[in-house]
């Protein structure tokens, strides 16, 4: 019996997904689909999917996801999204994986043909020794087309960014040769935004961002940072959905020996009331 409670595996996983919008009144809005949200009658939204997940191995390994948006729409067709998504995983006293973003954004709320669209970002991400990355930009964004069925946006600007990496953050056996690198760089920025509603109760959303490099007189130009983000939606029934995500990015322009692409694919479910 002792044996084999010694080699049994405990495993309590808890997926807890909250989706809230706040009860004010307004005109119909549209919102880029970052967590599944796209038309809204509200003044001021927010939603919250967040998933916990522990397993007893060798020691606790601990997972925890979150993602939030919170969106301030003014009469004046603007809109202010602040985004939100983290995860970190450990093992006992190990950090298997820390990483997130914070974004705010200020643009048009899918009204004109060409605006700008405001921004800056804090993110990091501690395996691949990312410490702090903040940028801030502009760009001019076009709508091509919205309606009831489908959407597509694409935008183009520069922004700068400065970024601080630090080897000792990360999970990468560096050679000791490695050491920190400070990065201050202004980025080509081009993006196309795409939703689908394939049917009543499914819908699809895509982002793509390809970013050049202007600095160093052009020198790295044809070294792009590609990041994707692609979405889709099943709705199981008013209360109850599912969403399926999958984002890649590839940078041919790394500040540390690392790989060229990475990616992740995950599921969650979320529950509105």
């Not at 996801?65 to 809109?79: I, R």
Request: proline fraction near 2%.
């Amino acid at each position: 019996m002792n044996t084999h409670l010694s080699t049994m595996k405990s495993t309590i996983s808890l997926i807890f997904s909250l989706f809230y919008i706040a009860p004010l009144s307004a005109q119909v809005l549209s919102v880029d689909r970052e967590n599944g949200q796209d038309s809204i009658q509200k003044k001021v939204a927010f939603t919250w999917t967040s998933g916990v997940a522990l397993d007893k191995q060798k020691n606790n390994i601990l997972e925890i996801e979150s993602a939030e948006e919170l969106d301030v729409f003014f009469k004046n067709n603007q809109v202010l999204i602040l985004l939100g998504n983290t995860a970190l995983q450990t093992n006992g006293s190990s950090i298997l994986e820390n990483n997130g973003y914070f974004m705010l954004r200020l643009r048009d709320n899918d009204k004109k043909r060409v605006s700008p669209d405001y921004y800056a970002q804090l993110q990091w991400n501690g395996i691949l020794g990312m410490q702090n990355r903040t940028l801030a930009g502009v760009n001019a964004r076009f709508k091509f087309w919205e309606n009831k069925e489908s959407d597509l946006y694409l935008a183009s600007g520069a922004f700068f960014e400065h970024e601080l990496w630090n080897p000792a953050l990360s999970s990468f056996d560096f050679d000791s040769s490695v050491t920190g690198v400070t990065r201050n760089l202004i980025r080509w920025n081009n993006a196309v935004k795409m939703a689908l509603k394939i049917t009543d109760n499914i819908d699809f959303a895509t982002s793509n961002f390809i970013q050049f490099p202007l600095n160093d007189s052009f020198s790295h130009f044809l070294d792009p940072r590609w990041a994707m983000n692609a979405s889709i939606f099943f709705k199981i029934n008013k209360h109850l959905s599912i969403n399926c995500n999958y984002e890649h990015n590839l940078d041919f322009y790394r500040a540390l020996p690392v790989d060229t692409y990475y990616y992740s694919l995950n599921f969650q479910l979320q529950v509105s009331w």
